[in-house]
């Protein structure tokens, strides 16, 4: 049964395997899954991976946002799901067939997620991308037309914000997943940052979330144990 630490996601958002481990170790016992990024697996590749898996019963992210022609996203995801992790993202990007490469790769093996429209994207970002009006006017409008594409290509959700989670859960149904970042706890304590389309735990949950990252709030609190559960006493309110 999942329970209120399930939803929340680490991201490992560290230069280095040794501060990984570290925040592993002291976080294994309150999250529900370690997201390792792009910056982490560079440096410390599949081998941090298998050693997490490991450490304890907390799942893996791997989050590699992968974004190429067809043939070589398919290959990647191939070897990816070797590893034996719970999720993998890749960008919607500008092709369904790219994505529908990614499903195929992943062989049922691992769960595959699509990027729709990062959380640090704001409406003048995507103007200025050369989107068609209706879509920077409302980048709900944007998110949902990409979260189409992918689950049409067959994945399992896609990454967006709390803002549009309802809107995805109530055209596609509670099975398809989403993944939910820009997360900051009610009462605040995170100074401004990279993040533009942000909400609470609580509200994320409500509107139909199934997985929260939650990174700063954990990782910069003076005590990140309280602070994880903190937020799993938030979203165990909205579970009741």
């Known amino acids: 049964m999942k329970t209120a630490k399930d939803y929340i996601v680490f991201p490992l958002d560290v230069p280095t395997p040794e501060a990984a481990r570290s925040l592993v170790a002291l976080l294994a ?94 409406s003048l970002d995507v103007a200025e991308a050369g989107y068609q009006e209706l879509y ?8 949902m037309k990409k979260t189409a594409m992918a689950r049409d290509a067959g994945c399992a959700g896609v990454i967006c914000s709390g803002r549009e989670v309802q809107g995805i859960k109530t055209a596609f149904g509670n099975e398809f997943q989403a993944v939910t970042p820009g997360i900051r706890p009610a009462g605040g304590g995170v100074t401004a940052d990279d993040q533009s389309r942000i909400v609470t735990p609580a509200v994320a949950i409500r509107r139909g979330s199934d997985y929260l990252v939650v990174g700063r709030p954990i990782r910069d609190a003076a005590d990140p144990r309280a602070a994880a559960q903190a937020i799993a006493a938030e979203i165990q309110g909205e579970l009741k």
């Open 29 to 122: 016992n309150d999250v529900g899954m370690f997201k390792v990024g792009l910056e982490l697996f560079i440096r410390s590749g599949p081998e941090l991976v298998r050693w997490i898996q490991q450490a304890g019963s907390a799942k893996v992210f791997l989050d590699l946002k992968l974004h190429d022609i067809p043939v070589t996203v398919k290959r990647a995801m191939a070897q990816v799901a070797e590893l034996g992790v719970f999720f993998v993202t890749v960008h919607c990007g500008e092709s369904r067939a790219m994505l529908a490469a990614a499903v195929e790769g992943a062989g049922g093996r691992v769960d595959v997620l699509g990027v729709t429209v990062l959380t640090s994207v704001s």
């Open 136 to 143: 920077s006017r409302d980048l709900q409008q944007l998110v």
